[in-house]
């Protein structure tokens, strides 16, 4: 049974600064790609950012700029260091894992609150 668990979450004041950290238990497949989801009450899950294992990475067009995803390989974490936050970025953030293997095995977290007060 593979685990993430995220920590990091919090309450911090509109431009302010967190670090999300997810990290997970050993996993029979070599992980692909490492990402945050967040939700938002009221509206849809939508991708944050996502980092591959080739070290490529995507973001969300309202992230670029503000958030940064980075992972190491050899403790299976990935980290989102989210600075100049707003209250828009206030929403239920959830570490994604998926594997280097044909099917793909797709992980999520548990989700942290992220809570950003104007």
């Known amino acids: 049974q593979v685990h993430l668990v995220e920590s990091g979450g919090g309450l911090v004041q509109a431009g302010g600064s967190l670090r999300l950290s997810c990290s997970t238990s050993?996993?029979?497949?070599?992980?692909?790609?490492m990402g945050w989801h967040r939700q938002a009450p009221g509206k849809q899950r939508e991708l944050v950012a996502n980092?591959?294992?080739?070290?490529?990475?995507d973001y969300a067009d309202s992230v670029k700029g503000r958030f940064t995803i980075s992972r190491d390989n050899a403790k299976n974490t990935v980290y989102l260091q989210m600075n100049s936050l707003k209250p828009e970025d206030t929403a239920v953030y959830y570490c994604?894992?998926?594997?280097?293997?044909?099917?793909?095995?797709?992980?999520w977290g548990q989700g942290t609150q992220v809570t950003v007060s104007s």
């Open positions: 994604n894992v998926g594997t280097y293997s044909v099917p793909v095995r797709d992980y």
């Open positions: 050993a996993m029979f497949f070599p992980i692909n790609y």
């Open positions: 980092i591959f294992r080739s070290g490529s990475t």
